[in-house]
C-alpha cells in the first residue's frame, strides 16, 4: 500500500489574504529567501498567481527555497521556471502531483522534493535537462514505473551531481544501467518496489553510504562487483526479499561484508534455495 500524506486543506476565509502577506514578506529587507506557502489550499492556478505576482513586485529574483508541502498542486506551472531562476529548493511533498511539464523545474535546483503524492506515474524523459545542479531527489510514495533518463545524464542531466535519490514506495521493476553514472551518489533508497534485479553497473557509484533494497523481489545472486565496490558502505537494509530471508545467522554477525560476500556468490543462491526446500518437505 501506498504511504500517501493525509491531506486535508486548511481553508479558511482569509487564505488568500495569508497567502498576499507572505508574498509580501518577499520585498522586506529581512527576507532569508524562503518562502513558505505549506499546508495551504493553494491551487496550480493560484500558484501562477503568485509567481506573477513575485515577478511584478521584482522580488523574485530573491526567493531560494519554496515551501509548497501539502497544498492542492496538481501540476508544477510551466512559468516556474523563468518566475524563479535562482529557486534552489523546491518542496512539494504530500501534494496530489499529477503531472511535471519537462520546463517547469527552475536550472538551479539543488533539493527537490515530489515525495508521497501518491498518484505521479510518470516524468518526461528530459525533465532533468540542465538540472545539473541537482544533489537530493525525493520521489518516494508515488506510483512511478519508470525512471527519466534525463536524471542519469552526466552531461546533459542530473547524473553528474546526484548525491541522495529516495525512490522507495512506488512500481519500479527495474533500475537502468545509467544508474551507474550517478557516481556522486551518498544514499540510494529502493526499498518497497518490485525489482527482481540490480544493474552490475550501480558498483561504479563506489561512495555509496547507505543503500536500501528492503521489500522487493530480489532474486540472487547480486553482481558480483557489489562485493568489492561498496568500501564506504555503513548501511545496507536488505530484509523483506524472499530470496534472502535465510541467511545463516552466522554470516549475519559477520557484518556487512560478509553479506554482500553471500549474496553475490552463486552458492549464496543454491543454499537459499536448498534452505527453502527443505523447510517446504
Known amino acids: 500500500m501506498l504511504e500517501v500524506c493525509d491531506r486535508t486543506p486548511n481553508a479558511t476565509a482569509s487564505s488568500s489574504r495569508w497567502i498576499s502577506e507572505r508574498v509580501?514578506?518577499?520585498?522586506?529587507?529581512?527576507?532569508?529567501?524562503?518562502?513558505?506557502?505549506?499546508?495551504?489550499?493553494?491551487?496550480?492556478?493560484?500558484?501562477?498567481?503568485?509567481?506573477?505576482?513575485?515577478?511584478?513586485?521584482?522580488?523574485?529574483?530573491?526567493?531560494?527555497?519554496?515551501?509548497?508541502?501539502m497544498t492542492n498542486v496538481r501540476k508544477i506551472p510551466d512559468v516556474l521556471r523563468r518566475s524563479l531562476p535562482h529557486l534552489e529548493r523546491l518542496w512539494l511533498g504530500c501534494a496530489p502531483l499529477v503531472a511535471v511539464p519537462t520546463e517547469a523545474l527552475p536550472v538551479e535546483l539543488v533539493e527537490l522534493d515530489l515525495s508521497y503524492g501518491g498518484v505521479?506515474?510518470?516524468?518526461?524523459?528530459?525533465?532533468?535537462?540542465?538540472?545539473?545542479?541537482?544533489?537530493?531527489?525525493?520521489?518516494?510514495?508515488?506510483?512511478?514505473?519508470?525512471?527519466?533518463?534525463?536524471?542519469?545524464?552526466?552531461?546533459?542531466?542530473?547524473?553528474?551531481?546526484?548525491?541522495?535519490?529516495?525512490v522507495h514506495g512506488n512500481a519500479l521493476k527495474t533500475m537502468p544501467p545509467a544508474t551507474g553514472c550517478c557516481t556522486a551518489l551518498l544514499t540510494l533508497n529502493l526499498g518497497r518496489n518490485q525489482l527482481r534485479t540490480l544493474p552490475s553497473e550501480l558498483a561504479m557509484c563506489s561512495d555509496l553510504r547507505s543503500l536500501q533494497v528492503y521489500k522487493n523481489d530480489l532474486q540472487l545472486p547480486?553482481?558480483?562487483?557489489?562485493?568489492?565496490?561498496?568500501?564506504?558502505?555503513?548501511?545496507?537494509?536488505?530484509?523483506?526479499?524472499?530470496?534472502?530471508?535465510?541467511?545463516?545467522?552466522?554470516?549475519?554477525?559477520?557484518?556487512?561484508?560478509?553479506?554482500?560476500?553471500?549474496?553475490?556468490?552463486p552458492l549464496a543462491a543454491s543454499a537459499s534455495h536448498r534452505v527453502t526446500d527443505a523447510g517446504r518437505s
Open 120 to 166: 505521479l506515474e510518470q516524468l518526461p524523459d528530459d525533465v532533468f535537462l540542465s538540472l545539473k545542479k541537482l544533489e537530493t531527489l525525493y520521489l518516494g510514495g508515488n506510483q512511478l514505473k519508470l525512471l527519466p533518463p534525463s536524471l542519469f545524464d552526466p552531461e546533459n542531466g542530473s547524473g553528474a551531481s546526484l548525491m541522495h535519490l529516495d
Open 222 to 265: 547480486l553482481p558480483e562487483a557489489f562485493q568489492t565496490a561498496y568500501l564506504h558502505l555503513g548501511n545496507f537494509n536488505w530484509r523483506g526479499n524472499p530470496a534472502f530471508a535465510h541467511v545463516p545467522a552466522v554470516v549475519e554477525r559477520q557484518g556487512l561484508r560478509a553479506l554482500l560476500t553471500y549474496f553475490t556468490r
Open 24 to 69: 509580501a514578506r518577499c520585498s522586506e529587507s529581512s527576507f532569508d529567501g524562503a518562502l513558505d506557502l505549506s499546508q495551504s489550499p493553494l491551487t496550480e492556478l493560484e500558484l501562477t498567481g503568485v509567481l506573477q505576482e513575485l515577478v511584478q513586485l521584482g522580488v523574485a529574483h530573491r526567493v531560494r527555497f519554496l515551501n509548497l508541502f
